[in-house]
């Protein structure tokens, strides 16, 4: 399949070079067909009657989106080929094929005679980098990113300046020694050269880490730490240029560096949390243009790390801020659809960044002029990971002391292991004025080296070595309703613990923030009722939702939100009732086989990852075709029609219309699962519990019941129900259940299954 | 350590520091504190608790209280509740709180990470049977959902119902139709908690008090940082 693609790419590559030539069909005047008709008028008066040109050649007015499009085809393609070779995926990153083939890439263009694009800093800060971080910002963990945010800032900022004055002050001193020929290379510009290097680099830590599924504690703190010291690298890369250019430096310039690093740095997270409240607000209005919801997200986020661009304050870290701002409100604004959309976009646009900057990076290396220097290029690599490892051990030793989880020698290890560096540096490296800098060239090769080091060597033995020394992998667990409600049962506990010893800690802190939030904040930027709503039950409703789908999807079987299967049941939860009427029992055979029949279908839930794997994109129960849908419901007709002969029926209340909130409310109240309850008489009573979204559209089922004649229809209509042909002696007792049913609270919904032309009309926000 | 004097107060202190694992200078601050919120008094009442002013927008505030008061958590081995508490009761409660210092064996880590989640446990069952159950349960979760008024009440039926069942499923797996699934024991408990990171590490608080805010006259200066102790 490579190889394919490679003549495929190599053959319109070729197709490339004679356009340059432009038109040279006879008788157009350039303009290609359209200029068919005038070209002829033109020409009438010639003794020669041209042909009419039937077919032109004209490529150069469609150049640039052309070459733009192959490009992305054929990072696309790329991606492709290496995962249909099975092994190749396993061994190799991502990343450093990529680079392969953007080697490959560049040399054939070289060889054709072309000169090879390089990765322009323009391209590459406007284009490339901008849907990364959004992605990394919106779907970023905020609580494991605020609990170590100490942490991530130590990493960050006091190791990145670490860094980047080791290698730099290390790599003058290296340059002054007599047999370098380097003594040009001054103090100021190593130092820059220091600080360009030493930044820890997000798009190659993502395209590492997110192959190698390390647990979520040192996952953030590396990413946190790429993330967050584009602050550093911005200010440190202005002074040095600055400096450099000036000559001198001066106390007051280092303090104005110091100054400088601060407004760059709370200046880009405001510009960043203001383009997020905009949006958030922009959000609550949406309601009747659902279509353009994904536009606002993406636009205000565009704009924020365009404004923060513009004041040179830290576009990175104005887009993580607006990401993250925005989320919670917008989320809760915004439908269901709009949601998937945002995301499926987010990640579309940064897989295809990812992948275009890998390969443009292949193709900058053949393309660029290059002067090696052996002593500086083998001491920058050197340097680097020496600054890098005695910089997380120091750091970890005095971070320790502050944390309540320590971080292991392990964890160590895999921190200064992970920091890579990647095409950032190398974009800033390439923006530097070559009037200034004449050694550009020598530290643009060493900049490639130590890229190429760092993602080939490293990325490719990091997984190994993660195995070897076993460090704890992410935890496959789904987030339970029981771990949200501790977790939010110990947040009061320790702030109110925390009030009783006058003490005012982290606890105190949050919880104003959250109370402040709950009270102000909320009411203005999210629409309607659901700024009342407490997280808990907005955590229940979601995960109520992905229940109910995931029921539907595996096929009416037996659902029960456990992540084992296991035949406890609500019954077994729900004390005895005094009231309870003597139902008629089961013969144990008959409940054995429907239990067998039931449990056939019982699919395991789905382990969900909880990480934005952008590889693996996680299959969300929304997603999942609804054509899956119409084959599962005709599976499933044909179960409920053997066991609509064993007489089973439905309890079904009367929906009543209400606003959506109401409609989850009860949603919540009556979810209960699917169990099988002994009746007195022969009559097994299986009640299906279907959450569902209150639609116009569901019927009422109670009517449905008084005419049994036709069971299929409401099928059709109502998707995932069984229908039990009623017999008269039935009838009383069924009436006299379904009053009982809902004392009992033994209620059931039906899930209603417009299908997608139905849907277009019923938006309804599902919470996400 | 300088200019404490040796008086009886110091050795009180140094007995409570072995029992509860407090170092003196903490057990210090508490009991400036304690002192502050029963007003000098020697017992501290519930209504004193209730005086303090941050705590009554919590949500679980009184189940805080009766923590405080539950004699099951004052390691006495006895049961019922206390109608006033002195300090050393006040201590042994938020000893409950105190990290694991570093000198510790993997051993007594253990026994205080259990110590903690029965001190959680004791919070939800409040009539002391050894389970939780599923009233007491959802009396937590009304209790957390308590300033969203009515939507709280039906949706804390569903969501405990539903907690429930998770816990039952995990802990016991397999039941018949007719078994009843009393309560959440404390074995069902720990292993529910086990997975959670929040909770492994959470349960815990390190103490900074900077004592000059509260005791703006007091001379010297002492606080307690993150590293010891220190003089200012």
Not at chain 2, 66 to 77: H, P, S
């Amino acid at each position: 399949m490579t190889s394919r693609a490679m003549t495929l790419a190599g053959l319109f590559l070729l197709l490339l070079t004679p356009g340059t030539g432009g038109s040279q069909v006879p008788g157009t005047d350039g303009a290609g067909d359209h200029g068919g008709p005038h070209g002829l008028d033109g020409h009438g008066a010639n003794a020669t009657n041209k042909a009419f040109p039937v077919l032109s050649f004209d490529y150069k007015h469609v150049q640039m989106p052309f070459e733009i499009s192959l490009w992305v085809l054929l990072a696309s393609l790329m991606k492709l080929g290496f995962h249909l070779i099975p092994r190749l995926s396993s061994i190799v990153p991502e990343s450093c094929l990529l680079i392969v083939v953007g080697l490959l890439v560049g040399g054939l263009i070289r060889v054709v005679g072309e000169d090879p694009p390089i990765l322009g800093s323009q391209l590459f800060f406007l284009c490339l980098l901008p849907p990364i971080i959004l992605d990394a910002g919106y779907f970023l963990p905020i609580r494991p990113f605020t609990e170590n945010v100490g942490t991530i800032l130590m990493f960050a900022v006091v190791g990145t300046l670490w860094n980047a004055f080791f290698v730099g002050g290390l790599l003058y001193g290296v340059c002054q020694l007599e047999g370098t020929h380097l003594g040009r290379v001054d103090l100021m510009a190593c130092l820059l050269f220091g600080s360009i290097i030493s930044a820890v680099d997000p798009v190659a830590v993502l395209a590492v880490f997110e192959e190698i599924h390390i647990n979520e504690l040192l996952h953030i703190l590396v990413f946190g730490e790429s993330l967050l010291n584009d602050a550093v690298t911005v200010v440190l890369y202005h002074l040095f240029e600055e400096f450099a250019a000036a000559g001198g430096v001066t106390i007051k310039d280092v303090f104005l560096g110091i100054v400088c690093f601060l407004v760059v740095a709370l200046g880009g997270i405001l510009v960043g949390a203001i383009y997020g409240v905009l949006a958030a607000f922009t959000s609550r209005f949406t309601s009747h243009t659902r279509v353009i919801e994904p536009l606002f997200v993406f636009l205000y986020s565009y704009m924020a790390y365009l404004s923060a661009e513009v004041f040179h304050l830290s576009g990175i870290m104005a887009l993580i801020a607006c990401g993250a701002v925005m989320r919670p409100y917008v989320e809760a604004n915004i439908s269901h659809k709009s949601h998937t959309t945002i995301k499926y976009f987010l990640k579309m646009w940064s897989s295809v960044s990812e992948t275009l900057i890998f390969i443009f990076l292949g193709v900058s290396t053949v393309a660029g002029q290059h002067h090696w220097n052996w002593t500086f290029v083998i001491c920058t690599v050197i340097l680097c990971l020496v600054a890098r490892v005695l910089g997380v051990v120091g750091l970890t030793f005095m971070i320790n002391k502050f944390r309540i989880v320590k971080l292991t020698t392990k964890d160590q290890f895999i921190i200064a292991y992970g920091g890579l560096r990647g095409a950032i540096a190398f974009s800033l490296g390439y923006l530097l004025d070559k009037v200034h800098f004449p050694m550009r060239d020598m530290f643009l090769t060493a900049i490639i080296t130590v890229i190429f080091f760092t993602v080939f060597v490293q990325g490719m033995t990091i997984r190994p070595l993660v195995d070897l020394l076993a460090v704890k992998k992410k935890q496959e667990t789904k987030r339970s309703i029981n771990e949200e409600i501790h977790t939010q049962f110990l947040d009061h506990l320790l702030t109110g613990i925390e009030d009783i010893c006058g003490h005012y800690g982290h606890h105190h802190w949050k919880d104003k923030l959250n109370r402040f939030n709950k009270k102000y904040v909320k009411k203005c930027l999210i629409a309607g009722e659901r700024s009342k709503e407490p997280q808990l039950i907005a955590f229940y409703h979601k995960m109520e939702m992905k229940q109910a789908i995931e029921l539907v999807e595996s096929g009416g079987g037996v659902k029960i939100p456990s992540a084992m299967p296991s035949t406890v049941s609500m019954q077994n939860i729900q004390p005895k009732k005094p009231t309870e009427r003597a139902l008629p029992q089961l013969s144990k055979s008959r409940e054995e086989e429907i239990r067998k029949i039931l449990r056939t279908n019982l699919q395991k839930t789905r382990q969900r990852l909880r990480s934005y794997n952008r590889h693996t994109l996680v299959a969300d129960p929304y997603e999942d075709g609804w054509n899956d849908m119409f084959l599962k419901r005709r599976r499933v007709m044909e179960l409920g029609k053997k066991i609509s002969e064993l007489n089973n029926y439905l309890t079904v209340p009367a929906p009543a219309p209400d606003s959506p909130t109401m409609a989850r409310a009860r949603l919540a109240s009556e979810f209960q699962p699917l169990y099988i309850k002994p009746k007195s008489d022969s009559i097994p009573t299986i009640q299906v519990d279907l959450a569902s979204p209150q639609s116009p559209d569901s019927v009422n089922m109670v009517d449905e019941f008084n005419k049994p004649s036709k069971p299929t229809e409401a099928e059709e209509e109502e998707g995932l129900m069984m229908k039990a042909p009623s017999s008269s002696a039935d009838q009383k007792e069924r009436k006299r259940d379904k009053e009982d049913g809902v004392e009992q609270q033994r209620l059931a919904r039906c899930l209603s299954d417009p299908g997608p032309s139905a849907e277009d009309d019923e938006d309804e926000p599902f919470l996400p | 350590m300088g200019a404490f004097h040796s008086n009886p107060a110091e050795q009180t202190y140094r007995d409570l520091a072995e029992k509860t694992g407090f170092s003196v200078e903490q057990i210090w601050i508490l009991h400036n504190r304690f002192k502050q919120l029963s007003h000098d008094e020697e017992m501290l009442r519930r209504d004193d608790f209730k005086a303090i002013p941050d705590l009554a927008c919590n949500p679980i505030r009184s189940q805080i209280i009766e923590a405080f008061f539950d004699q099951r958590n004052f390691q006495t081995n006895s049961d019922g509740t206390a109608h006033e508490i002195g300090f050393e009761e006040f201590l042994t409660v938020m000893s409950y709180f105190r990290p694991p210092s570093l000198n510790m064996t993997q051993e007594e880590k253990e026994d205080l990470r259990r110590a903690k989640l029965r001190f959680l446990f004791n919070m939800h069952d409040t009539d002391n049977d050894g389970t939780i159950t599923l009233e007491e349960y959802r009396h937590v979760v009304e209790e957390l959902l308590s300033r969203s008024g009515a939507i709280g009440q039906e949706t804390a039926k569903g969501i405990t119902d539903a907690a429930m069942l998770e816990v039952a499923s995990t802990s016991v797996g397999h039941m018949g139709p007719d078994d009843v699934y009393e309560g959440i024991t404390f074995e069902h408990f720990l292993k529910v908690c086990h997975p959670f990171p929040a909770v492994k590490g959470k349960l815990q608080l390190i103490l900074t008090a900077f004592v000059h805010t509260l005791f703006p006259h007091y001379r010297p200066r002492l606080y307690i940082g993150y590293t010891g102790v220190h003089w200012a």
